[in-house]
Structures are given as C-alpha cells and as structure tokens.
T-cell receptor, first 116, second 110 residues
C-alpha cells in the first residue's frame, strides 16, 4: 500500500519568505508527527497530531512555526519568515495511534529545505 | 545529559562479523523502545520493536535491560547492506515524549 508521502521533496527559499510543507500519512493512521533533522544530527521532535488535534506543541522551535491537520489526514507545516537556521530535512511520520503500544512510526522521504 | 544516548561510532567491522551496540536512557518511566535504521540521506525505517523478553528477527536481536536502563541491538553475520545509522527510540507517556537517539553509525567492510 502507499506509504507516507511528502511534498515538495526539495525547497529552496530566500530568507524571510514563508514556506508550506505537506505530509500525506498512511491511510488509517490517526497519529501524525513532524520532525526535523539537520545534517549529521539526530531527529528533533516538533509536533504530533492525534486526529486533528495537536496535544503538545512545545517542540515547535519558535512562533514562526505552525502546523495544522484537517480531516484527520493531510498535514501542513508552515514556517513564516524563514531564517537560515531553519535549513534542514523536515520529516513526517505516521502511526496507527499515539498511544497504547501503537507507536511504530513510518516515515516519509522528507522535504529538504534550504534557506538562502 | 541527554535523555537517550548512543555511541555515535563509527563502528567499522568486517563482513560476517557480529556487532552490538547499546542505547541508554535516563528516565525510568520509559515504556516503549524501538530500533530504526537510517541510510545516508534517507528517512528512518523501523527495524524492530524491543520487548521486555527480548526479540529476534533473523540476524538481528534486540534486548531490553530495565534495571540498567539500556537497550541493545546485536547483528550477526553482518552484511555490507547493514551499513547504516542505527537510531534507538524511547517513548514515555504521550506521543510528545518520543525521543530519538542521535544514532550509531555502522560501516561493514568487505
């Protein structure tokens, strides 16, 4: 079946511009997660959704970052007024649920964001 | 101190060798544990869950030691294709408490 998909795969933007990243989770997965990974570094948790709600937004690095999920499916991560330090690979993952031992996550291929 | 720590490596071993590495966690309330592998410039892929009783999948064996707060991954008869970064994942409480280790880099040489 189809896995997690993300678009765009690559995005180059100028400092100060807004960007929107999209994630399509696996059908039937109620939990969706956003991470970012800088070159050679580990994964940094940003936010997760259970259905359409985001119980914990504390991982978002600043108020320039926001995310939403509608219809319990597609999610968008928006970064406003991008800065060079936002350059990273943004990874989305989904799992059947966010609790109850159903945390096994399946990742999308990521969006490589470069802010010039 | 990080909540989840891994030896970054690299571990450089010959094909056919057995290699093992650990991941330590500091919070005793941690509940679920996983190993992922990540190839260069690719997304992480789930390798295996780690159960209290330990589990084995082919050449891979994962163990959990709650008393000493670490999980381990053992790879037997290593293949060139095992070269990757291995990430441990620790979960406690809600999904917002999913913590990835920084990964251990493994390189298998012919």
């Amino acid at each position: 079946g189809a896995g997690v998909s993300q678009s765009p795969s690559n995005k180059v933007t100028e400092k100060g511009k807004d960007v929107e990243l999209r994630c399509d989770p696996i059908s039937g997965h109620t939990a969706l997660y956003w991470y970012r990974q800088s070159l050679g570094q580990g994964l940094e948790f940003l936010i997760y959704f259970q259905g359409n709600s985001a119980p914990d937004k504390s991982g978002l690095p600043s108020d320039r970052f926001s995310a939403e999920r509608t219809g319990g499916s597609v999610s968008t991560l928006t970064i406003q007024r991008t800065q060079q330090e936002d350059s990273a690979v943004y990874l989305c993952a989904s799992s059947l649920a966010a609790s109850g031992g159903q945390h096994e996550q399946y990742f999308g291929p990521g969006t490589r964001l470069t802010v010039t | 101190r990080k909540e989840v720590e891994q030896d970054p490596g690299p571990f450089n071993v010959p094909e056919g060798a057995t290699v093992a590495f650990n991941c330590t966690y500091s919070n005793s309330a941690s509940q679920s544990f996983f190993w992922y592998r990540q190839d260069c410039r690719k997304e992480p892929k789930l390798l295996m869950s780690v159960y209290s009783s330990g589990n084995e999948d082919g050449r891979f064996t994962a163990q959990l030691n709650r008393a000493s707060q670490y999980i381990s991954l053992l790879i037997r008869d290593s293949k060139l294709s095992d070269s990757a970064t291995y990430l441990c994942v620790v979960i406690r409480g809600s999904a917002s408490k999913i913590i990835f280790g920084s990964g251990t880099r493994l390189s298998i040489r012919p």
